[in-house]
């Protein structure tokens, strides 16, 4: 069974810091660019960033430039998301999902992505 599942999310000060994970099972990442989308209580879900297969391209949303880093380890088949600097703002549920493209990524549309986990809760509060 095919599987993407988030973690590392949680509870962290203003200014903090979390590495969130997307961990695939059951298929290999290595064909698909992989995007972070987050999800706050009553407003639509937003790209955040994206990484191509291959790690070497990189988006963000402006919002969270020079804050977040997004990288991958296609041998433990896992991509990363960095956070630091967090702010109240970057309180949301966190999504990783795959884009079966071979060359760069994209976040303006979140229908090219078609295979979602299940989202890991981030809270930025004191």
């Known amino acids: 069974q095919s599987q993407l599942v988030e973690s590392g999310g949680g509870l962290v000060q203003p200014g903090g810091s979390l590495r969130l994970s997307c961990a695939a099972s059951?298929?290999?990442?290595?064909?698909?660019?992989i995007g972070w989308f987050r999800q706050a209580p009553g407003k639509e879900r937003e790209g955040v960033s994206c990484?191509?297969?291959?790690?070497?391209?990189?988006t963000y949303v402006e919002s969270v430039k020079g804050r977040f880093t997004s990288s991958r380890d296609n041998a433990k088949n896992t991509v990363y998301l960095r956070m630091n600097s967090l702010k109240a703002e970057d309180t949301a549920v966190y999504y990783c999902?795959?884009?079966?493209?071979?060359?760069?990524?994209?976040?303006?549309?979140?229908?090219?992505?078609?295979?979602w986990g299940q989202g890991t809760q981030v809270t930025v509060s004191s």
């Open positions: 999902a795959t884009d079966y493209r071979l060359y760069g990524c994209d976040l303006e549309d979140l229908r090219e992505y078609d295979f």
């Open positions: 059951g298929f290999t990442l290595d064909y698909f660019a």
């Open positions: 990484i191509s297969s291959s790690g070497d391209s990189t």
